[in-house]
């Protein structure tokens, strides 16, 4: 295989590959790279070599020859990813046969803006759009035959549901089907979208293992045979069936792990140590992603962070002796300068391009006042076009550029550090939003997008104009950490900080370490959690550089990223800490139930409490003849609209340990959903083989529990309806077992108001996005981890809890930390110190102060966040944002209307 970069990826065409050989690639690792597999002519026997002819740079170098590179490294992080699983392997689904069945990669390919019919969703066969569409899950996954696999994917459900939903947004009278056995939303807001998605019209979740039919000859249409309770096998006719495809290991994992001396499991995945997902079986090689196991991104994110922070703890004492520091020119004095702005039309692949007339948008550009110089680019944000933008404003003396491309919220920085690259200050750049706010929008108006795409870029140009030479500043980093939470994510995180040379103030509000986890004893893998438990807090206690507060409570925190000041009460009277960064780690509770005779009758036990009996061998429990649980109780309902995740692998766990002290015993688990995700699912089928009975009931119809005394015996009778056999079930259990759901801590609104964070609507932690910064706030130098996030299993939680130390310490290494340049300011001449703004400011960034005798309100740069929020309340204009002023807006704003008259009130 060979790389090759294209320089001019505009004027390149993969098109002139006869025989499909060459493929372009776009990511943050390889912004642009075209990608030669070995079907290329050339290098089988030297007949073709068109597209080293076409090539305009001569990138393509067909003499290359593979080359052994020795490095030598303390650690190893594998992160070789997946593959998604090949349909045609099995010849049921008919893919590669049938025209219109595709896979869930290619139906992802359709969707993407740069796939084959520019973001239309076409079929192969004919062309045409397809309106009747269905989804069959788990192709590949929960699979124990000849070419499949036992495990669930874990991602499938929901990526289903994301299809289903950008196709109602291509076309609303769209009629989409998803054949499932369990809608598997476990994750977080994942709930909220499984039932988004089932009440879109036109969208029907059918619970049915079902076949493929045949092709209709005149149409290529397919029919599905599928079940249904009331009217038995019914066979539909689709449009285009997409195979919702599962998830396998790489395919050349073996030799990978061969070659590094590491074991496989059963799946063919990276052998993990079951209580630290990040440690494989040969130390100092650590793995990250989905070569775990099947995983969602934000779990592929916080375990790649974890996997650092483990090799930190190793290489620990290398840390800054390779780095080097970053050199830029010299920044040039710009601001009694005329504006001479460049302007840089990007495509984003066809994101843009397939929408908005670029070109058109070009030429109008360079009608625009004080523009220069303005240029179209395929990917802005690569690294080649980047150094075109450092290039082109150095050679056509640009002093201000404008970017149209899409939102600042991602590539600001980079852009503002390509302007640095030039001797520019950053804060001469403007990003004019054409694609989320154009073309994303409105994708079917191509003229109307690019008349709106040129007016967004005039309004840009603008603002420019007015742009301000601004100055970041940097600010002392106090070396310590805080860690509100002493339970197994507050500890684990607390240790690999402090084994990486930083002190830690680990603060609990009870009386002892180890939170939830106290009352957890096994794993559903067998693992001895208690015994886990007190190695982690005899290390934590024995540590040095980790200081313990107990039964602590937190009064007051002030500061800003770098440098908090904390004050507590506790054992040890009241202390003020002062540290650079806090992690939030205040764990979550169990709900107690009011229903099912919960509290009224000692023989209905939550999960936890028939967990404790069960270690204690307590004898009415290892007695029990029979034993009833109930899932989501306390969750998926209108008071808590979540899945709370654990719940069905915990009601398995205790199951099966039931069963090993008493195979005999009767065990029915009565369930919605059976969400055991992952390698979970080899359990849940464990369970059945060993005659647990599940029984699935509806919201609509919950279970009912009576207690019962019948020939001198006492017990519980529970009812619930049985949909196959169509009539109601009583079973007379000794024991009833609640899932009760996990709930967040009731702590949690005044840790929020404390810390200045958000929380969500179920009131856990709010992070600063969900797949990006899973593990960061919105607030500068507050972290947060384990289920105080959302529930989460004891794997799940130490990854985050890695990852959370390993984002902290990405602060508390450095030295210094850089703050905005766009913050408030105020003229002392014009304020009244009526204290609106400072009521307005949620970050505590403005007090009032005397200032030559009277009273004033001044801002801290340090803690503004450039919100403007107290901008809009400031009666007398006294206050202003630095970055967008008011005659940057005012500007924009003549430039959207140039012909209407401006009424100023």
């Given amino acids: 295989m060979e790389y090759c970069p294209v320089k001019y990826p505009d004027t390149f065409n993969q098109e002139i590959s006869n025989n499909k050989a060459i493929h372009i690639y776009f990511s943050q690792a ?23 002819a076409v090539c305009e740079n001569n990138a393509i170098d067909f003499t290359q020859t593979p080359k052994k590179v020795e490095i030598n490294v303390g650690a190893i992080i594998l992160a070789p990813g997946l593959e998604p699983f090949d349909p045609s392997l099995r010849n049921e689904y008919g893919y590669g046969r049938l025209q219109n069945v595709i896979t869930s990669m290619d139906y992802e390919r359709l969707l993407c803006a740069t796939g084959p019919y520019e973001g239309e969703i076409r079929r192969a066969s004919d062309k045409k759009h397809p309106h009747k569409i269905a989804w069959i899950q788990c192709v590949g996954s929960r699979q124990v035959i000849p070419g499949g696999n036992s495990y669930c994917s874990s991602v499938c459900c929901t990526y289903a549901q994301k299809q289903v939903i950008l196709t109602k947004e291509h076309d609303a009278n769209a009629e989409c089907t998803i054949f499932h056995n369990d809608v598997r939303a476990y994750g977080k807001d994942f709930e909220r979208y499984y039932e988004r998605t089932a009440n879109l019209p036109g969208v029907r979740f059918i619970r049915s293992y079902v076949s493929l039919g045949r092709e209709i000859p005149e149409t290529k249409n397919v029919t599905i045979r599928y079940s249904t309770l009331d009217e038995g096998v019914k066979e539909e006719e689709f449009d285009t069936v997409v195979l919702s495809v599962g998830l396998n290991p790489p395919d050349d994992v073996k030799e990978l792990a061969g070659k590094l001396g590491i074991e496989l499991n059963e799946h063919g995945f990276c052998k993990i140590n079951p209580v630290n997902p990040m440690e494989t079986t040969r130390p100092g090689v650590f793995v990250s992603g989905a070569f775990q196991g099947p995983m969602d991104i934000p779990e592929s994110v916080y375990t790649a962070s974890g996997a650092s922070s483990q090799c930190g703890e190793l290489l620990d004492y290398r840390r ?108 001469y750049l403007d990003m004019a939003n054409i694609r989320e706010h154009c073309s994303w929008v409105h994708a079917k108006e191509h003229e109307e997008a690019t008349q709106k795409a040129k007016e967004i870029i005039a309004m840009s140009v603008a603002r420019a104009g007015h742009l301000e030479a601004l100055q970041e500043f940097d600010l002392p980093v106090n070396k310590a950490a805080l860690v509100v939470g002493g339970g197994l994510a507050g500890m684990t995180c607390a240790l690999s900080i402090a084994e990486q040379g930083h002190q830690v103030h680990l603060v609990e509000k009870n009386k002892d370490l180890g939170g939830m986890a106290r009352r957890i004893h096994y794993t559903l893998e067998g693992q001895d959690v208690q015994v886990y438990l007190h190695d982690l807090i005899t290390k934590v206690n024995q540590h040095p550089l980790i200081n313990i507060y107990t039964e602590a409570a937190i009064t007051e925190t002030t500061g800003y990223v770098g440098n908090f000041v904390t004050t507590l009460k506790s054992e040890r009277g009241v202390t003020e800490i002062r540290h650079g960064a806090t992690v939030i780690a205040t764990g979550a509770e169990e709900h107690k139930p009011s229903e099912y005779l919960y509290g009224q009758n000692d023989r209905v036990l939550t999960n936890l409490e028939l967990e404790e009996k069960i270690t204690a061998r307590e004898d009415s429990l290892v007695n029990a003849k029979s034993l009833v649980m109930i899932q989501c109780v306390g969750c998926r309902n209108e008071d808590r609209n979540y899945c709370a995740r654990i719940c069905c692998s915990q009601s398995v766990k205790n199951a099966l340990k039931l069963k090993e002290i008493n195979p005999d015993r009767d065990i029915y688990i009565i369930f919605r959903d059976m969400r055991t995700y992952g ?227």
């Fill in 30 to 52: 390889i912004p642009l790279v075209t990608y030669i597999d070995e079907s290329c002519l050339y290098l089988k026997d030297k007949k073709c070599g068109i597209c080293k």
């Fill in 320 to 427: 800054g002796k390779m780095s080097k520091t970053r050199k830029y020119p010299a920044e040039k004095d710009v601001s009694k300068e005329e504006p001479r702005v460049g302007v840089f039309v990007c495509n984003c692949g066809a994101n843009i391009g397939r929408v908005v007339d670029v070109p058109s948008a070009v030429d109008y550009a360079l009608t625009l006042p004080n523009v220069v110089f303005a240029k179209s680019q395929l990917f802005s944000c690569a690294s080649n076009c980047a150094e075109e933008i450092t290039d082109l404003a150095k050679e056509k003396g640009l002093n201000r550029v404008v970017i149209a491309a899409c939102s600042p919220r991602t590539l600001e920085p980079l852009f503002r550090d390509t302007l640095r690259e030039a001797g520019i200050n950053p804060y």
């Fill in 679 to 905: 390698f979970k699912e080899d359990y849940y089928r464990e369970a059945a083989s060993q005659e647990v009975k599940f029984i699935r009931y509806e919201p609509e119809n919950k279970p009912q529990v009576t207690a019962v005394e019948e020939g001198g015996r006492q017990f519980l009778r529970i009812t619930v309806p049985d949909d196959i056999l169509g009539k109601m079930m009583a079973i007379d259990a000794d024991f009833l077992a609640l899932a009760a759901a996990v709930i967040p801590s009731p702590g949690n609104t005044e840790v929020a108001s404390l810390f200045r964070v958000t929380l969500t609507p179920d009131n856990f932690f709010k992070e600063a996005h969900a797949k990006l910064k899973p593990v960061e706030f919105a607030t500068d130098g507050v972290y947060l981890c384990g289920t105080a996030h959302y529930p989460k299993h004891i794997p799940e939680t130490i990854s985050q809890a890695y990852a959370a130390a390993s984002r902290a310490l990405t602060l508390l290494s450095h030295d210094t930390v850089t703050a905005s340049g766009s913050v408030c300011g105020v003229d002392e001449q014009k304020c009244i110190a009526c204290g609106a703004c400072i009521k307005a400011c949620t970050y505590g960034a403005i007090e009032f102060q005397v200032v030559k005798g009277d009273k004033k309100a001044t801002v801290n740069p340090v803690l503004c966040k450039g919100c403007g929020l107290c901008n809009s309340k400031c009666p007398t204009g006294a206050i202003s944002l630095k970055h967008f002023t008011n005659e940057g807006l005012l500007s924009q704003i003549e430039a959207a209307f140039p012909e209407r008259e401006m009424v100023k009130k």
